[in-house]
């Protein structure tokens, strides 16, 4: 499916990429990608003129969720490098001497065209962070070169073969998840490492054994504890100033995974925990730290299987758009659920779901008279939840 609108665009034609930037010059000050922090700092642009190219200018086009397929580029360098690129996707595209380089220092990924499928569509176990990132470049790791493929146009044949891999991915991730008890962790996927709510989701992991969404930000976070959950406090904030060394993924994807492979190599025997990412959202990549990860081509296969298995209940932290969708896709499922089905869902910092974004009036009046009602509940610490979790 070509997508048009929402947080992802499919640009396959040079008239359709002029005409969407003519369209909306300024749509950095908009336009955003995927981002579900409300603290992040609006209309941050890459601007060629600047080192290393983050400015605060609101005027900047952005190409940021774009996923370019195929487009002769050469005559529109002066466009592209004046737009922010980070978190874009170029696929087979082809750009004048040395632009590739500036795109990609800048956050955006490039890809040329791959041919073949670069995954197993019939594995037997889940992924893991070695295997997705290999040994090289993040371009030419598995998971890079499998997004390029999955962004191709799509025959009868890639189509199947997304689908068996799927189906063989959701057996071998049945098979993980059985006599297992887990919770869920959701929230912003770009809250940055070294910040307060980074550190809160990490001390959250280590409190409970945690599935996620397997992406940056919080999920990357819970990952991180559960990984150290053995380990006393000395040893999580060792970690968080490793990684807070590179606080973001973008605009190099290769420094942000090298740091958390870092503190993967320094303490052996990790605590289990899972992480469920997508290709749907590619340009954001798995975060390293679950032992075992299940890589999803569909996205609505992905979030489906991972409110199903959170069987101890799912905590969700401060995030936008996307986390308030997962609350009310949870809460879709409680609602109907037979009473010896439920599973708790808990609400972390009472400001911000009553205030900043006021879910919980809603989601409080929704369980009213139902099963669900006792619970859900709205806690301001993390300690609180991992106790709900735990009990």
């Known amino acids: 499916m070509k997508h048009n609108r929402g947080q992802l665009i499919d640009v396959d034609s040079v ?68 737009c922010r690129v980070s978190g874009s996707l170029f696929l087979g595209c082809t750009f004048a001497p040395g632009v590739e380089q ?19 569509v019939d594995r037997q176990n889940l992924y893991t962070a070695g295997e997705l990132y290999g040994d090289g470049a993040y371009p030419v790791s598995l998971d890079a070169r499998t997004y390029a493929w999955s962004q191709q146009p799509p025959t009868e044949e890639t189509a199947l073969a997304e689908r068996l891999h799927d ?18 962790v959701m929230g912003g996927h770009a809250v940055h490492r070294g910040t307060p709510p980074y550190a809160q ?43 807070a060394e590179v606080p973001s993924f ?58 199903e298995i959170c069987n101890a209940g799912i905590v969700f932290l401060p995030g936008a758009a996307g986390t308030v969708q997962e609350i009310f896709a949870d809460a879709c499922e409680n609602y109907y659920a037979h009473p010896s089905a439920l599973a708790p869902m808990i609400l972390v910092d009472t400001h911000h779901w009553t205030e900043v974004l006021p879910v919980w009036p809603l989601l409080r009046a929704l369980a009213a008279d139902r099963a669900m009602q006792d619970r859900i ?3 301001d610490t993390v300690e609180e939840a991992a106790e709900l979790i735990i009990g």
């Open 250 to 307: 973008a605009p190099d994807i290769g420094a942000w995974s090298a740091a958390a492979f870092e503190v993967i190599g320094r303490f052996a025997e990790p605590v289990e925990s899972l992480g469920i990412p997508t290709w749907h959202y590619g340009h954001e990549p798995p975060n390293p730290f679950p032992t075992a990860i299940a890589k999803f081509f569909g996205n609505p296969v992905r979030e489906a299987v991972l409110l």
């Open 102 to 120: 500036l795109i990609t220092d800048r956050g955006g990924l490039i890809f040329p065209t791959v041919p073949e499928t670069p995954v197993t």
């Open 15 to 82: 008239d359709e990429f002029d005409r969407r930037l003519s369209a909306h010059p300024d749509a950095a000050a908009t336009s955003t990608g995927p981002a579900d922090d409300p603290t992040t700092s609006p209309g941050r642009v890459d601007d060629p003129t600047t080192s290393p190219g983050r400015v605060d200018d609101p005027t900047t086009s952005t190409l940021t969720g774009w996923r370019i397929h195929g487009l002769d580029l050469r005559e529109r360098t002066e466009t592209v490098l004046g």
């Open 167 to 184: 189906h063989s991915v959701s057996v071998a991730l049945e098979e993980w998840v059985r006599g297992r008890r887990i919770a869920g």
């Open 377 to 379: 509940h709205l806690v």
């Open 201 to 243: 989701a990490a001390l959250l992991g280590q409190l409970a054994t945690v599935a996620t969404g397997g992406g940056p930000g919080a999920m990357e976070a819970a990952n991180l504890g559960s990984r150290l959950a053995v380990h006393d406090r000395q040893v999580l904030d060792s970690a968080l100033r490793t990684v």
